[in-house]
């Protein structure tokens, strides 16, 4: 059974660095690309960037280019997303999802980021 | 980049009632790079078509989708009490490098 377990909830201040995790089972885990989705307080989704585990090919949306960094350890099959500096826009529920052709066929429960003084 | 429109915002309907949701895209999609997502309140997104038309696995045959060019429909032949949620299109642009995007929602409640 393909499945994806997202690291818990966080609580941050603005200015702190985080990283968040997405790790994947039940399937090859460097054959495909895994994405990462942002959903901001009763808004809708927002894809932020994409990785292949497998060679670490990496691409970003123009929108959150330089914003984060997405990142994958192939050797226990773990995708991450990481803040070097927390904004309180930064506040919202995160997705991993796996890629199969264009679609996102399996995704992770959520990982809610909190930032606030 | 692409950006996709969805309609309407919102749709009440009633059980047994027919839903006709809209995508349209602001250049060509290839119908192959078309997909649409369910997501209900505090649960992650579930893949419902891909390829414009394509069931994914365990979706119900009421479900279907369509459409070619700009402009995508997800169609619910028949309301069940667990289809009222948020209905997502998502598209894929090769070009730029390999862009996702994914429409506003169209929210579907309860008449």
């Known amino acids: 059974e393909v499945q994806l377990v997202q690291s818990g909830a966080e609580v941050k201040k603005p200015g702190e660095s985080l990283k968040i995790s997405c790790k994947g089972s039940?399937?090859?885990?460097?054959?495909?690309?895994i994405g990462w989705v942002r959903q901001m307080p009763g808004k809708g989704l927002e894809w932020m960037g994409i990785i292949y585990p497998g060679d670490s090919d990496t691409r970003y949306s123009p929108s959150f280019q330089g914003q984060v960094t997405i990142s994958a350890d192939k050797s226990i099959s773990t995708a991450y997303l990481q803040w070097s500096s927390l904004k309180a826009s930064d506040t919202a529920m995160y997705y991993c999802?796996?890629?199969?052709?264009?679609?996102?066929?399996?995704w992770g429960q959520g990982t809610l980021v909190t930032v606030s003084s | 980049e692409i950006v996709l429109t969805q309609s309407p915002g919102t749709l009440s309907l009633s059980p047994g009632e027919r839903a006709t949701l809209s995508c349209r895209a602001s250049q060509s999609v290839s119908s192959s790079y078309l997909a649409w997502y369910q997501q209900k309140p505090g649960q992650a997104p579930r893949l419902l078509i891909y390829g414009a038309s394509s069931r994914a696995t365990g979706i119900p045959d009421r479900f279907s989708g369509s459409g070619s060019g700009t402009d995508f429909t997800l169609t619910i032949s028949r309301l069940e009490p667990e289809d009222f949620a948020v209905y997502y299109c998502?598209?894929?642009?090769?070009?730029?490098?390999?862009?996702?995007?994914f429409g506003p929602g169209t929210k579907v409640d309860i008449k």
């Open positions: 998502q598209q894929y642009g090769s070009s730029p490098r390999g862009l996702f995007t």
């Open positions: 039940g399937y090859s885990f460097t054959s495909y690309w």
């Open positions: 999802a796996r890629r199969d052709t264009i679609e996102f066929d399996y």
